[in-house]
């Protein structure tokens, strides 16, 4: 079962690991680093404990008993913006797609160094803490961010009632930022997504449509604060239009 710290002030992590020593390392490490972290062993427990508690963060195994983590990652994101971090022994990248597909915020492969997950820990929750919905609304049809308006029907973007002109393949992008924003979207996350829209993405592309995007829609694209890179890991879109 779980175990909670008393600490309220301290942000709340949720580890669902059907291993008992993982859960027991986790909780130890990670409350050494300043953070309440409690664990339960699956699904059944999870939502028992998220019935009564909040967590800012749930560390999420892929392999559970019962309702595995891809499924559980699928429904914590259909009612509520829960950032999610997925642990698997399953490293095969289209495993570490879906689970993004899915909605997670990161994914790491067992086994894994504590110290690395600490660091994408920090990461999604220094991201989820930057988030400001205020400055961000979207519709059925439509997402708006910073004076500019996408519109999915028309296929068309404007700024301050200003066409700019985008291709098809610079709009299926700019989609896919706005429909993931705040979060780290790696090439291989990408590639899959725009299969939804076009026959054949390759990988390159994604670089030369984002350079292309960013003369259109930073106002210093060798500075860019829309559509930011991370290095080493992919691509982030800030709709705030800031560093974070």
């Not at 699956?42 to 749930?58: F, R, S, T, W």
């Not at 994101?77 to 997925?86: A, D, V, W, Y």
């Not at 930057?130 to 979207?138: G, K």
């Given at each position: 079962m779980y175990s909670e710290s008393m600490e309220e002030q301290?942000?709340?992590?949720?580890?669902?690991?059907?291993?008992?020593?993982?859960?027991?390392?986790?909780?130890?490490y990670l409350s050494g680093n300043g953070y309440d972290v409690s664990s339960v062993a699956d699904g059944i427990?999870?939502?028992?404990?998220?019935?009564?508690?909040?967590?800012?963060?749930?560390?999420?195994?892929?392999?559970?008993?019962?309702?595995?983590?891809?499924?559980?990652?699928?429904?914590?994101?259909?009612?509520?913006?829960?950032?999610?971090?997925?642990?698997?022994?399953?490293?095969d990248d289209i495993d570490r797609i879906v689970g993004l597909e899915v909605g997670a915020d990161d994914y790491l492969a067992k086994p894994f160094n504590p110290r690395e997950l600490l660091a994408r820990v920090r990461a999604v929750l220094r991201r989820q803490d930057n988030f400001t919905p205020i400055a961000v609304t979207s519709q059925h049809d439509q997402y708006q961010f910073n004076g500019f308006k996408l519109n999915f029907t028309s296929h068309c973007l404007?700024?301050?009632?200003?066409?700019?002109?985008?291709?098809?393949?610079?709009?299926?992008?700019?989609?896919?930022?706005?429909?993931?924003?705040?979060?780290?979207?790696?090439?291989?996350?990408?590639?899959?997504?725009?299969?939804?829209?076009?026959?054949?993405?390759?990988?390159?592309?994604?670089?030369?449509r984002v350079t292309r995007l960013r003369?259109?829609?930073?106002?210093?694209?060798?500075?860019?604060?829309?559509?930011?890179?991370?290095?080493?890991?992919?691509?982030?879109?800030?709709?705030q239009g800031k560093a974070q």
């Amino acid at each position: 079962m779980y175990s909670e710290s008393m600490e309220e002030q301290k942000e709340k992590i949720l580890v669902v690991d059907d291993d008992l020593g993982i859960r027991e390392m986790l909780q130890e490490y990670l409350s050494g680093n300043g953070y309440d972290v409690s664990s339960v062993a699956d699904g059944i427990e999870m939502e028992q404990y998220l019935v009564d508690h909040v967590a800012d963060l749930v560390i999420l195994d892929l392999m559970l008993p019962g309702e595995d983590g891809l499924t559980l990652a699928r429904k914590l994101k259909s009612r509520s913006k829960q950032p999610i971090i997925i642990l698997s022994a399953r490293g095969d990248d289209i495993d570490r797609i879906v689970g993004l597909e899915v909605g997670a915020d990161d994914y790491l492969a067992k086994p894994f160094n504590p110290r690395e997950l600490l660091a994408r820990v920090r990461a999604v929750l220094r991201r989820q803490d930057n988030f400001t919905p205020i400055a961000v609304t979207s519709q059925h049809d439509q997402y708006q961010f910073n004076g500019f308006k996408l519109n999915f029907t028309s296929h068309c973007l404007t700024k301050d009632g200003q066409d700019v002109q985008l291709t098809s393949g610079e709009f299926n992008l700019l989609r896919i930022f706005a429909e993931h924003p705040n979060r780290v979207l790696n090439r291989d996350f990408i590639l899959e997504l725009l299969k939804g829209y076009e026959r054949m993405p390759f990988d390159r592309s994604i670089d030369v449509r984002v350079t292309r995007l960013r003369r259109k829609i930073e106002n210093d694209p060798s500075t860019p604060l829309f559509i930011r890179t991370v290095w080493g890991e992919g691509y982030l879109f800030s709709p705030q239009g800031k560093a974070q």
